[in-house]
């Protein structure tokens, strides 16, 4: 049997990196993937490959609760459900507590953490209506560690890590059978760090500087992440909730 | 016996505390003070018998930041001790009723806040005179128990105290990698008797409230501001110049074990 056999998963973020390959894997797995991004062209795309009774896509821009709203309306009038939200939109943006300005620490707070909090909070009244669901946030190594030069990202990765519990426990505490987590990724190869890879740093390349991080020797692949998140989607992680999941080849280790 | 407190081990020093009218930000203030430092107290509104020189300041304003830095440049010289308190809990909403304004108001305060104060501080304690001995630097941010686990404290509170931690740690690490002197810490309170609980102690009373809040902690009771407030001088203070980029809990054991409710629930 499928391991998400039936379910209706709505997945910001959905149209490239962790936020598509997630999507392949639900749809693989006999899922329903609602794609939510703001690049309607990449969107649409991915959902026309992976085929119309399994996927669609939404025009989504996070830090909007009326955009939220209509995202999942959206989903639940196309899929009749919501059983599973992914949190996976966001930016990566290197700065430091001095050259950080304040218009600047609040976008970027905006969309990662301001956008993940309205995804959970549109998301729940559909997801009780459909018996329950499972919400995964992502959240970033650096919402455990911090970092000299993402002041900002850190900032907002740590919101999502406290919020994600937050929910979590709201959740149970309501009987809502609604579990939340949170995923932490190391450095995956996706657009979001694809300009780092272009930067030397001193005689390696930014891909070199990036791998030699990590302990495994190497940049995660989407689809990595991407089990996890499906761990978490699935009815396999049922007693899981308001937990952090790390995938970074033993960065954090 | 002399208290550590009424030493003179910051004398010279000087000190900014966000939040000093009222809570651990006005005990810290006298505990700075009493430890011989020159306390900045900044807040909205001036507190009566409060320690320190009064500036009145709006933590979510740049422009009060620029300006309070710029007095305390002129006036005292120089900066030391960056202590960001203030906060708000912003109500009590959960994930399915806190509303976007409500969100960015706590996140202005309680995040951006602590962002500008830590920005700033730099800044002035870069500045230091030639004539003067080089700052040596501690910025202590305070978050909270809600900034560690998910059940402490209200959805948008919650958010904000997390970034507060992780801010704290890349402001750390930055400095650290800058050569800068400066130290950067974060603490954790669980639940501290101040005004930031007024609703419960109108709802309930002060002395029931009290007692309620307190049995939620291992160890029995609530804190009272000043056992924060010494948390704060330690990390002010040379003491714990070893010490950056870490947390620092002074929560009754409300998180070393298992909290099986949210600690503002019904029993």
Redesign the interface.
């Known amino acids: 049997m499928p391991r998400l056999d039936g379910k209706v998963v709505l997945l910001s973020g959905g149209a490239s990196g962790i936020g598509a390959a997630t999507a392949r894997l639900v749809v693989r797995e006999g899922g329903k993937a609602m794609l939510a991004d703001r690049d309607e062209a990449k969107g649409r795309a991915l959902a026309a490959e992976l085929g119309g009774d399994a996927a669609d896509f939404v025009p989504l821009d996070v830090v909007q609760?009326p955009s939220w709203q209509a995202a999942v309306a959206a989903t639940t009038r196309r899929f009749g459900a919501l059983h599973g939200l992914l949190n996976a939109a966001g930016v990566g943006v290197r700065n430091?507590?001095?050259d950080?300005t304040?218009a600047e620490?609040?976008r970027v707070?905006d969309i990662n953490?301001?956008g993940t909090?309205?995804g959970?909070?549109s998301a729940?009244?559909a997801m009780k209506d459909s018996g329950g669901g499972s919400i995964v946030n992502i959240s970033s190594v650096?919402?455990l560690?911090?970092?000299?030069?993402?002041?900002?990202y850190?900032?907002?990765?740590?919101?999502?890590?406290?919020?994600?519990?937050?929910?979590?426990?709201?959740?149970a505490?309501m009987k809502y059978n609604i579990r939340c987590n949170s995923v932490h990724p190391g450095y995956i190869d996706t657009p979001m760090i694809a300009p780092r890879l272009e930067q030397n740093a001193g005689n390696m390349t930014g891909r070199q500087a990036l791998e030699d991080l990590h302990p495994l020797g190497r940049l995660g692949r989407p689809e990595e992440v991407a089990a996890m998140i499906l761990f978490l989607l699935s009815d396999e992680s049922t007693f899981s909730t308001?937990s952090e999941f790390v995938c970074d080849g033993g960065l954090t280790a | 016996m002399v208290s550590p407190g009424m030493s003179d081990e910051l004398s010279g020093q000087v000190a900014i505390v966000t939040g000093a009218a009222s809570g651990i930000g006005a005990a810290t203030a006298s505990l700075l003070a009493g430890a011989g430092a020159t306390v900045i107290a900044a807040d909205l509104q001036e507190a009566k018998g409060g320690s320190g020189r009064f500036v009145a300041h709006d933590v979510a304003s740049?422009d009060s930041w620029k300006a309070l830095l710029e007095d305390v440049l002129a006036r005292e010289g120089r900066l030391d001790i960056m202590v960001n308190n203030a906060g708000i809990s912003g109500g009590s909403g959960?994930?399915?009723t806190?509303t976007?304004e409500s969100?960015?108001h706590v996140?202005a305060v309680n995040?951006?806040g602590v962002?500008?104060g830590?920005?700033y501080a730099?800044?002035g304690m870069k500045k230091t005179g030639p004539a003067k001995p080089a700052s040596r630097g501690s910025i202590v941010n305070i978050s909270s128990i809600?900034?560690?686990?998910?059940?402490a404290?209200p959805?948008?509170y919650?958010?904000?105290?997390?970034?507060?931690?992780?801010?704290?740690?890349?402001?750390?690490?930055?400095?650290?990698?800058q050569k800068y002197d400066i130290r950067c810490n974060s603490v954790h309170p669980g639940g501290v008797d101040t005004a930031i609980f007024n609703p419960l102690w109108q709802a309930v009373g002060h002395e029931q409230g009290k007692a309620f809040i307190g049995s939620r902690h291992p160890i029995g009771r609530m804190s009272e501001p000043s056992e924060l407030g010494e948390v704060v001088l330690f990390l002010a203070s040379e003491r714990s110049s070893f010490v950056t980029?870490a947390e620092f809990t002074a929560d009754g054991g409300i998180t070393a074990g298992l909290m099986r409710?949210?600690l503002l629930?019904p029993s």
């Open positions: 609760e430091t507590i001095e950080c304040l620490y609040r707070n953490s301001l909090f309205l959970c909070k729940i009244g650096l919402g560690r911090g970092a000299a030069y993402a002041m900002a850190c900032a907002s990765k740590g919101a999502v890590r406290t919020l994600t519990k937050n929910v979590a426990l709201h959740c505490q308001g | 740049e959960t994930i399915e806190t976007v969100w960015q996140q995040s951006e962002f500008l830590c920005k730099i800044q809600a900034g560690l686990v998910g059940g404290g959805t948008a919650t958010a904000s105290k997390g970034a507060v931690r992780l801010l704290s740690k890349s402001v750390a690490l930055y400095c650290a990698e980029g409710r949210s629930a």
